[in-house]
């Protein structure tokens, strides 16, 4: 698929349905999160994948989205490992890597035909001790994960762009 059509087709999805993952799926899509760009390439992203029932029961405890995803990848990186920018008051690199990581993994899942939602608005101390993920390791966002529902649609504002000239200078 030509890269441009690929971002152009791909939106958020809200609605899943049942059809699991294969595991070939979720070993490309995890493969394509080592190939992300991060700073100094010290790779400090963690990603947990939320298959289970049980672990489904965990995350859902304090998440506000429930989507019904057959699985959520829960993204943060190790405070110690993430390269911090000397000339900028060591600001922290993570957050960016784990961005970068988030989206290769967004553009490998419409690859595979699967469906995304990338949900930010998360209570990452819950998630935390709900998961038990270690607190060096900073929870930066989640995703759903699987195939759209038959007749589920992209929200209203899906292709709704501003103009180059709002978006970019030309200096």
């Given at each position: 698929?030509?890269?441009?059509?690929?971002?152009?087709?791909?939106?958020?999805?809200?609605?899943?349905?049942?059809?699991?993952?294969?595991?070939?799926?979720?070993?490309?899509?995890?493969?394509?999160?080592?190939?992300?760009?991060?700073?100094?390439?010290?790779?400090?992203?963690?990603?947990?994948?939320v298959?289970?029932?049980?672990?489904?029961?965990?995350?859902?405890?304090d998440?506000?989205?429930?989507?019904?995803?057959?699985?959520?990848?829960?993204?943060?990186?190790?405070?110690?490992?993430?390269?911090?920018?000397?000339?900028?008051?060591d600001?922290?690199?993570g957050?960016?890597?784990?961005?970068?990581?988030?989206?290769?993994?967004?553009?490998?899942?419409?690859?595979?035909?699967?469906?995304t939602?990338?949900?930010?608005?998360?209570?990452?101390?819950?998630?935390?001790k709900?998961?038990?993920?270690?607190?060096?390791?900073?929870?930066i966002?989640?995703?759903?994960?699987?195939?759209?529902?038959?007749?589920?649609?992209?929200?209203?504002?899906?292709?709704?762009?501003?103009?180059?000239?709002?978006?970019?200078?030309?200096?």
């Amino acid at each position: 698929m030509e890269l441009l059509k690929l971002m152009s087709d791909r939106c958020s999805c809200r609605a899943y349905s049942t059809k699991s993952i294969s595991e070939e799926d979720l070993s490309k899509l995890l493969e394509a999160s080592k190939l992300a760009p991060t700073a100094h390439n010290n790779q400090p992203q963690r990603i947990y994948v939320v298959k289970s029932e049980e672990g489904k029961a965990k995350l859902m405890k304090d998440f506000k989205f429930n989507f019904n995803a057959p699985c959520y990848l829960v993204f943060g990186y190790n405070v110690d490992e993430s390269w911090k920018n000397p000339l900028d008051n060591d600001k922290d690199s993570g957050e960016v890597d784990i961005s970068i990581v988030m989206t290769h993994i967004m553009l490998m899942a419409e690859e595979l035909g699967l469906s995304t939602c990338w949900i930010g608005y998360i209570e990452a101390e819950a998630i935390r001790k709900n998961l038990g993920i270690p607190e060096n390791i900073k929870i930066i966002g989640a995703m759903t994960l699987g195939y759209h529902k038959e007749g589920s649609m992209p929200s209203k504002s899906h292709t709704i762009r501003r103009n180059n000239e709002d978006l970019i200078k030309f200096l």
